[in-house]
């Protein structure tokens, strides 16, 4: 009776198990989601955006949302990115925070690892 019990038990309960634990095909990356804000004056907001698309082009990740919008009661824009890659490529994000954090009118510059996503 155990014994069927526990066999009834792991039949059932296994397709829970691997949406909650998927896995994972060794060698086979899983996408990762990173944001990136960046805070500039509104004068500057055009040539940040055009800097962020030609960081982007030298690496493998790739763009899935971009969005501008007024800081109120300031001179500044805040832009808010969506960036995926195959696997943690904190390397290559933290390349483009180099590049566009000392430009003029910058006045932040963030990113974050937002999700990574199982297949």
Known sequence: MLAVVVLATNVVLRPLAHRLYPVQVAGEEQE??????????????????????????????????????????????????????????DTALEQLFVRLSPEGGVSSVSWAVQAEVPE
Not at 51 to 60: D, I, N, V
């Open 32 to 89: 990762v989601s990173y944001g990136l804000e960046l805070h500039c004056r509104q004068q500057d907001e055009a040539h940040m955006r055009a800097l962020l698309l030609q960081g982007m082009s030298t690496t493998t990740l790739t763009l899935s949302s971009l969005r501008s919008e007024d800081i109120d009661g300031t001179a500044k824009m805040r832009t808010a990115s969506q960036i995926q890659g195959l696997g943690r490529q």
